[in-house]
């Protein structure tokens, strides 16, 4: 099992960007798909982005529109989330999380969560 804990969020003005840090530890991290999830008030955990163990392929949401971009330094132990044009709607939880094996798939849950970071938008 991976550990994991994120990091990066915060209060932003719409139009700003941020970038979201998720530390791995415990077993080898490249063995992992990632994604990354939001929760917003009143709404259920959805997904936004995804990436395999290699960090070869990439998923997002249609939602987003190219402006989020998910990645990966195994080397490090750290995935990423470079969220940019936030908009209000971009409001909530973001959570990383692993899935079991190295391909990523929108609709196997992962079996590993952190504990979340928050990011505002205002406007």
């Known amino acids: 099992q991976v550990h994991l804990v994120e990091s990066g969020g915060g209060l932003v003005r719409a139009g700003g960007s941020l970038k979201l840090a998720c530390a791995a530890s415990g077993d080898t991290f490249g063995d992992y798909a990632m994604g990354w999830y939001r929760q917003s008030t009143a709404k259920e955990r959805e997904f936004i982005a995804g990436?395999?163990?290699?960090?070869?392929?990439?998923y997002y949401a249609d939602s987003l529109k190219g402006r989020f971009t998910i990645s990966r330094d195994n080397a490090k132990n750290m995935g990423f989330l470079q969220m940019n044009s936030l908009k209000p709607e971009d409001t909530g939880v973001y959570f990383c999380?692993?899935?079991?094996?190295?391909?990523?798939?929108?609709?196997?849950?992962?079996?590993?969560w952190g504990q979340g970071t928050r990011v505002t938008v205002f406007s």
């Open positions: 999380g692993t899935l079991s094996g190295a391909l990523f798939s929108r609709t196997r849950k992962p079996n590993s």
């Open positions: 990436i395999s163990g290699s960090g070869v392929a990439t």
